[in-house]
Nanobody, 123 residues
């Protein structure tokens, strides 16, 4: 089991940037695929991005390609989500999640989840 703690959320104006961090416990972080998901008010949680255990492969929701970047630092047991050119519709609670195995957009395949961090983008 991996304990995950997100940070870095907040209030930002449209067009601005934020970098979310997700710190993981455990000595085997480097063996986990990591994903970011988000849930906007009144909507279902959706896939944002995922990164392979070594960081060589990344995956994004089609609608977010070019604005969001996922990365990881296995030495720090941390995965990041750089969000640029933010829009009001990016407002959501952002969650990180982990799983053993290949990256997938299916949130049901992720085993451990953080508590989430709120991102609010004002117009």
């Amino acid at each position: 089991q991996v304990h995950l703690v997100e940070s870095g959320g907040g209030l930002v104006q449209a067009g601005g940037s934020l970098r979310l961090s997700c710190a993981a416990s455990g000595r085997t972080f480097s063996s986990y695929t990591m994903g970011w998901f988000r849930q906007a008010p009144g909507k279902e949680r959706e896939f944002v991005a995922a990164i392979s255990w070594g960081g060589s492969s990344t995956y994004y929701a089609d609608s977010l390609k070019g604005r969001f970047t996922i990365s990881r630092d296995n030495a720090k047991n941390t995965v990041y989500l750089q969000m640029d050119s933010l829009k009001p519709e990016d407002t959501a609670v952002y969650y990180c999640a982990s799983r053993r195995g290949i990256a997938t957009q299916n949130q049901g395949n992720y085993d451990d989840w953080g508590q989430g961090t709120q991102v609010t983008v004002s117009s």
